[in-house]
C-alpha cells in the first residue's frame, strides 16, 4: 500500500525564465508563488498550491516580454 504524499516535487516548481518563485514550503497546503522581471509579464497562475495527491494545482507560469515586435510587409 502507497503512503499518502505529505510533500510535492520541489523540482517542478522551478523558477520560470526571466522571473523568481517566492516560497520554499513544499508540504502539502502550502503555496508557492511566481513573480516575472521588468518588462515581462506572468502568462498562468500566479500562485500554485501543493495539494492532497502530492501534485501542484497548475503548471509553472511563463514569463513573457512585453514588448511587441510589428513587422509591416510592403
Known sequence: MKSPAVACDQSEVSA??????I???FRIGSAVNFTCDDGYE???KQSLR???NGRWSSSVPKCTSKVRVFVEII
Open 16 to 21: 520560470p525564465s526571466n522571473g523568481q518563485r
Open 42 to 44: 506572468l502568462d498562468g
Open 23 to 25: 516560497g520554499a514550503e
Open 50 to 52: 501543493c495539494m492532497e
